[in-house]
Nanobody, 124 residues
Framework: QVQLVESGGGLVQAGGSLRLSCVAS????????TAWFRQVPGKEREFVAA??????ITRYVDSVKGRFTISNAQNTVYLQMNSLKVEDTATYYC???????????????????WGQGTQVTVSS
């Protein structure tokens, strides 16, 4: 099994920055892709960004391109969030997949491993 633990959330003013971390433990060799999703109450979980380590490729949702950057170092995946907007407020989840896909998956169903989430609140 794979365990994922997020940290780094908090309260920030619009225009500010935060860096989220996701530490993977357990059978981490099983992970091909690690992703960040976010969710607000009453809405479905939304794909934000993902990183696939075997090819070193990334994928982003259009709304965060140019503002967010996903990266990794050993067993930790980071999400650097700059120029934050009020609409970025959500609970952010780290997710992992042990399956190889031709293109990085962006739907929650394709990620069997999940962290507990970290809250990001952006004030105006």
């Amino acid at each position: 099994q794979v365990q994922l633990v997020e940290s780094g959330g908090g309260l920030v003013q619009a225009g500010g920055s935060l860096r989220l971390s996701c530490v993977a433990s357990g059978r981490t060799f099983r992970l091909y892709s690690t992703a960040w999703f976010r969710q607000v109450p009453g809405k479905e979980r939304e794909f934000v960004a993902a990183f696939e380590k075997s090819r070193g490729i990334t994928r982003y949702v259009d709304s965060v391109k140019g503002r967010f950057t996903i990266s990794n170092a050993q067993n930790t995946v980071y999400l650097q969030m700059n120029s934050l907007k009020v609409e970025d407020t959500a609970t952010y989840y780290c997710a992992g997949s042990g399956r190889y896909y031709a293109s990085i998956p962006s739907t929650a169903d394709e990620y069997p491993y999940w962290g507990q989430g970290t809250q990001v609140t952006v004030s105006s």
